[in-house]
């Protein structure tokens, strides 16, 4: 292996963070896509176009209707630490369409919290470093701490309760219906982000 290919992960991470983007940006970037008929990532077919569409629709609804409780809101806004949620995603995922506003309506509520986005097939090194499962799956979020640039938890690609119901199914059948996405698009409609949630305030614990 040669000496160039033995990064190690804060130099990745610090690579990766320069290209990074915010949230606002690459939402706009979406827009600007869609007007395109195009998407982001290597693969860009009509279908991966059309989901990039579809996405954007869904995030602009979850920008308007995602809401934390009360007890949400004090928990993130009370939070004392300094850190930075890193996000790989492409505009095409459907998990990261209903994910990233979640995280957006987080993130805002806290000075603390630096939400920054970076495409996955952008960073090959990044995302080879938080694999799922050996998988490239996102959206994953990396939460690093801005003193001492360690990573001190991940997210992703799904909600915990999403990630369960996904995992038994597969136990079950052996791969993935389009039967079952439909299913779990409609619980992540029912569910309103709160899964998420509930998961981002265990990363700040």
Request: charged share 30%.
């Amino acid at each position: 292996m040669k000496t160039t290919e033995l990064l190690m992960p804060n130099t990745v991470i610090r690579d990766s963070l320069k290209q990074s983007m915010s949230y606002e940006d690459y939402t706009e970037l979406i827009n600007t896509l869609v007007n395109a008929s195009s998407t982001t990532g290597h693969e860009k077919t009509e279908t991966m176009a059309n989901y990039t569409m579809l996405n954007q629709r869904r995030m602009k609804r979850w920008d308007k209707t995602v809401r934390l409780d009360e007890d949400a809101k004090a928990k993130v806004e009370n939070y004392r630490g300094d850190v930075t949620w890193l996000v790989l995603t492409e505009s095409w995922c459907g998990d990261a369409a209903h994910i990233l506003p979640v995280i957006n309506k987080v993130a805002a509520l806290s000075s603390n919290i630096n939400y920054r986005v970076v495409l996955r097939d952008d960073n090959d090194a990044l995302m080879n470093q938080f694999l799922t499962n050996g998988g490239r799956s996102i959206p994953k979020l990396i939460a690093i701490d801005n003193k001492s640039e360690e990573v001190i938890g991940t997210f992703g690609p799904r909600p915990s309760e999403a990630t369960k119901m996904v995992n038994d199914y597969k136990q079950k059948h052996g791969t993935l219906t389009a039967e079952f996405k439909e299913d779990l698009q409609r619980w992540y409609n029912k569910d309103k982000g709160q899964s998420t949630i509930k998961d981002l305030l265990e990363l700040l614990d």
